[in-house]
């Protein structure tokens, strides 16, 4: 019949339709699985986690931006273009944890009571033989020289022995921190130049409890006037992260 004929010649027109021409048909169309319940919540937590990392990085960089920038511009910058003069400590050596000292009432406390001021430190037995006055004199002379800075740094003896401290010295240590300390442990943190005693140098300390600088031995004005240039930079690189006076303190 013709309509059969018709019906046919249709269906077999259609079958021979390429495939891209049938995918445009109104009626072609895929289904897609839709993911599960549990899926979809792991999904959301995998993107949460993430999320909270990122964040708890980004305090952290913004936390340690100015101390980063400060060790930058001291380090790598070197501003004035000058080199310095004291020998930086790489890698710096840190505070050795849980370390005790006696104060000179026979007062046992911890070395970490020491952190939060930058620090600068000689260490030699009580009889202070040279070069160790003349160490303890640049001391309190560098600290002074930096004017309204000098309430951030502490100048510090360490007494490696158990002796008295000549009571000729005494009226001059009125604004030092003297400690004794034991010299194994005082070997741990700070230690001379190849050739040169513990007590022939000035050691500098930063507010975080790391030997960071050593200055030369037996220093002349010239050498002592490098290394207040050295102290004033490291005062002014450090500023905007450090302040006078421990965080246990109250501020005067």
């Avoid at 077999?12 to 699985?33: C, G, I, M, N």
């Avoid at 009571?113 to 303890?136: E, I, M, Y």
């Avoid at 309430?151 to 000549?166: F, G, S, Y």
């Avoid at 604004?175 to 194994?184: E, G, I, N």
Wanted: aromatic letters at 6%; proline letters at 8%; glycine letters at 6%.
């Amino acid at each position: 019949m013709s309509g059969s004929n018709s019906s046919d010649a249709s269906f077999a027109h259609a079958a021979s339709r390429p495939p891209e021409t049938q995918a445009d048909s109104p009626l072609a169309f895929t289904v897609h699985s839709m993911p599960s319940t549990g899926e979809a919540m792991a999904q959301a937590e995998a993107r949460q986690t993430r999320s909270g990392r990122w964040k708890m990085l980004s305090v952290l960089l913004v936390c340690a931006a100015p101390v980063i920038a400060s060790y930058f511009t001291y380090y790598v910058v070197r501003p004035e273009g000058r080199r310095n003069f004291g020998e930086l400590i790489q890698p710096q050596q840190v505070m050795p944890p849980q370390a005790m000292v006696t104060l000179l009432d026979g007062k046992k406390e911890p070395l970490e009571q020491l952190k939060g001021q930058w620090l600068l430190v000689s260490a030699a037995p009580a009889a202070c033989a040279a070069p160790c006055p003349d160490n303890l004199y640049l001391q309190r002379q560098l600290r002074e020289g930096l004017g309204k800075e000098k309430e951030r740094m502490d100048w510090v003896w360490l007494v490696t022995d158990d002796a008295a401290i000549p009571a000729n010295m005494q009226s001059g240590l009125q604004q030092a921190t003297v400690l004794r300390a034991d010299p194994a442990l005082v070997a741990q943190w700070i230690r001379p130049a190849a050739g040169q005693a513990l007590a022939d140098h000035i050691y500098v300390i930063d507010p975080m409890g790391n030997w960071m600088m050593r200055f030369p031995a037996h220093m002349d004005r010239k050498g002592a006037s490098r290394a207040k240039r050295d102290l004033e930079r490291l005062m002014r690189a450090s500023s905007s992260w450090d302040q006078a006076g421990r965080a246990t303190e109250a501020k005067p």
